[in-house]
Nanobody
Framework: QVQLVESGGGLVQTGGSLRLSCAAS????????MGWFRQAPGKDREFVAR???????TVYADSVKGRFTISRDAKDSVYLHMSSLKPEDTAIYYC???????????????WGQGTQVTVSS
């Protein structure tokens, strides 16, 4: 079992920055892929970024490439650093973990509760 708790969402103006945090705990963490997804009202859940808990390469959606960065600290947290935010980035952001962990949300087994990010124009 893996438990995930997100924090760090909020309201920001266009062009601003936010850092989302995901505190992870549980067994098999070293084997999972950590992902960030988002879901805007009336839209499907969308892949944002992913990386292996054990490190290695990162993968980003084209819509956030160059603006968002996924990272991990030495303890138990994964981060999503977001800059140059746009109104279309407004969504609920979810942290997820899964053994398969690709760009499809169905490949993830564990989810956090989500945190709201709102970008005003």
């Amino acid at each position: 079992q893996v438990q995930l708790v997100e924090s760090g969402g909020g309201l920001v103006q266009t062009g601003g920055s936010l850092r989302l945090s995901c505190a992870a705990s549980g067994r098999f963490l070293s084997s999972v892929v950590m992902g960030w997804f988002r879901q805007a009202p009336g839209k499907d859940r969308e892949f944002v970024a992913r990386m292996r808990w054990s490190g290695g390469s990162t993968v980003y959606a084209d819509s956030v490439k160059g603006r968002f960065t996924i990272s991990r600290d030495a303890k138990d947290s994964v981060y999503l650093h977001m800059s140059s935010l746009k109104p279309e980035d407004t969504a609920i952001y979810y942290c997820a973990a899964g053994l398969r962990g690709g760009s499809d949300y169905q490949e993830y087994d564990y989810w956090g509760q989500g945190t709201q990010v709102t970008v005003s124009s």
